[in-house]
């Protein structure tokens, strides 16, 4: 059934084709803060450790509301890792030293780059796309990423 929401197809389209993005973003970051989590070592290991856990818990369920307000503007949401890493804007990680501080640099600046991402999004959603909803949607998800941007910064003097 079609979806009537008030927002052209278009324009839900071109939402839809941003928030594809944005989903990537979120997941290959869920991958790299499991990884985190995983395999840091080093002298705040169960600090460090916790901290990741919290974080890519936290980063799941943003993953699963991307994908959500896809389907409620009526488009499908990619699942695949092949789209995900044709669609992303991060990178895999430059420091292999599985130090702490080396994975919280990495993850900073993909927080910072999602956040970027989402700024940059938030007036053309509501003023060029007229989804107000999905602007609102992504004014939240930039606000708990500069959270855990802050949250990340904090373990850096």
Do not use: C
């Amino acid at each position: 059934m079609k979806t009537k929401i008030g927002i052209t197809e278009k324009n839900t389209q071109a939402v839809a084709d941003q928030l594809a993005k944005l989903l990537a973003d979120e997941t290959v970051l869920y991958v790299k803060t499991r990884n985190a989590h995983w395999n840091v070592t080093g002298d705040n290991f169960h600090a460090n450790h916790i901290f990741f856990e919290e974080q890519y818990k936290q980063l799941d369920e943003l993953i699963d509301s991307v994908a959500e307000r896809m389907r409620k503007i009526g488009h499908f949401a990619p699942a695949t890792m092949k789209i995900y890493l044709e669609l992303t804007h991060l990178t895999e990680y430059s420091d292999r030293t599985n130090d702490g501080l080396g994975y919280m640099k990495d993850l900073l600046s993909d927080h910072e780059s999602i956040i970027e991402f989402l700024r940059g999004n938030i007036t053309p959603f509501a003023e060029e796309f007229k989804d107000y909803g999905t602007s609102d949607f992504i004014t939240g998800l930039m606000e708990t990423h500069e959270e855990m941007a802050w949250m990340i910064r904090s373990y850096f003097r």
